[in-house]
């Protein structure tokens, strides 16, 4: 068996209206559910980014979700110019452009790019 790629990630919030609005400024596309459901899901290129209404569930750092990105610094830019607050973009030792956001229940984020070498 070969894993081919991560079809999901889910995250457990506790606001589903506040996580819904800062996905959708983030640029994710809403597919099913919404601000007053306990259930979201959001495309993500051919995988799905989900929200479960977890109130109890929810605190906490428990890892990080990495979105592959072309332009890493333009993405930055926009995310920047909606209010939002990522950190700078730097570049990894690993050979990816990145920078880190976290979403308003403390799950963070990286969107990184490949550096050409």
């Known amino acids: 068996?070969?894993?081919?790629?991560i079809s999901a990630v889910t995250l457990a919030i506790d606001d589903m209206a506040r996580a819904v609005?800062?996905?959708r400024q983030v640029?994710?596309?809403l597919l099913y559910g919404g601000p007053e459901t306990t259930f979201t899901s959001f495309q993500?290129?051919?995988g799905f980014l989900n929200l479960i209404l977890a109130p109890s569930r929810?605190?906490?750092w428990w890892g990080r979700v990495i979105f592959r990105v072309a332009g890493v610094?333009?993405?930055?830019?926009?995310?920047?110019?909606?209010?939002l607050h990522p950190e700078q973009p730097r570049?990894?030792?690993?050979?990816?452009?990145?920078?880190?956001?976290?979403?308003?229940?403390g799950h963070e984020l990286s969107f990184a790019e490949l550096l050409r070498r």
């Open 91 to 105: 570049d990894g030792p690993w050979g990816e452009r990145y920078f880190h956001i976290t979403d308003p229940d």
């Open 1 to 5: 068996m070969t894993i081919q790629h």
């Open 27 to 29: 640029g994710l596309r």
């Open 73 to 83: 610094d333009a993405v930055y830019e926009e995310l920047k110019e909606k209010g």
């Open 21 to 23: 609005e800062f996905y």
């Open 58 to 60: 929810a605190r906490g």
């Open 44 to 46: 993500v290129g051919d």
